[in-house]
């Protein structure tokens, strides 16, 4: 699985299986680029 496949996920599972307010807190940290793949450059 790849890093954007990984983040589908965790999206789909925010409020079921895992808390919703640290799934947004996660996606901005994916999206300012704080967090992202091993291999991207």
Known sequence: MNF???VSV???VSGTQLASDVVD???RL???G???A????
Do not use: G
Request: no cysteine; net charge negative; hydrophobic share 35%.
């Open 4 to 6: 954007e496949e990984a």
């Open 10 to 12: 965790i999206q789909e």
């Open 25 to 27: 807190a996660f996606l």
């Open 30 to 32: 994916v999206k300012s």
């Open 34 to 36: 704080e967090i992202h």
């Open 38 to 41: 091993s291999d991207d450059t």
